[in-house]
């Protein structure tokens, strides 16, 4: 049986259009489409200053519009196509006075449109229509932060985590005045045979002259 138990919230935005273009200026307003129950959708539409509009459709009423629409498909189909509309650019509100409106939507240029008709509400109900719309927009932000914070910690390099893992640990050992026992001491390089030279012995002067007199000496013995 169809429902609307999977449904997901649409906000949009959406700029008002008057059958009267003369009639005075005219702010942009939010639209809200949501299931206020499994078998019943429920659209809001308010600028929260001049008031709100309101409707309220059936699963039957619905799918009396997939027929008038004329999408063929399966129910599920057709939701996806309305989700669709309503995500789209082509989105329009059309005022037909102070007590009707009408949400027009299509997905493409020259796709079938969605028309929902929309009442005024009374002023205590358009403010709990408000109240809804702006408390749901936060919680879907939080909602899509949350989900864009896991991708980001989920798509990143292992490498570049454990780097980062590091560092922070390097730090936290620095603030806490602990010693970082992986890294070579003064002492040790100091201590270190590889590091150090071994003085050159020098061989004093008339020493140096003695031999090399005894050397001239021998010489001349054997020339003579």
Sequence with gaps: M??????EPVFGEVVPERSDPGSGL?????FHVYASDSFHLTVHVTDFISGAWETILSVSQLDDMRDTVGIGGSWSEFLDYTVASLKSENVKLLLGGVERAR?????AKGMPRIVVNLTK?????????????????????KRNQHLQGETSTLSEPIGEKDKRDAADNQLERFSSGKPDVMAPSLDNRQDSPAKQ???????????????????LQDSDEEDG
């Design 26 to 30: 005219l702010r942009r307003c939010l």
């Design 121 to 141: 509400m009374s002023d205590s109900s358009a403010s709990e229509a408000m109240a809804t719309l702006s408390l749901e927009l936060f919680r879907a932000f």
């Design 2 to 7: 169809a429902s609307f138990e999977r449904f």
């Design 197 to 215: 030279s071994k003085p050159s012995k020098r061989v004093p002067a008339h020493r140096r002259t003695r031999k090399r007199g005894a050397l």
């Design 103 to 107: 949400l027009v939507s299509q997905k």
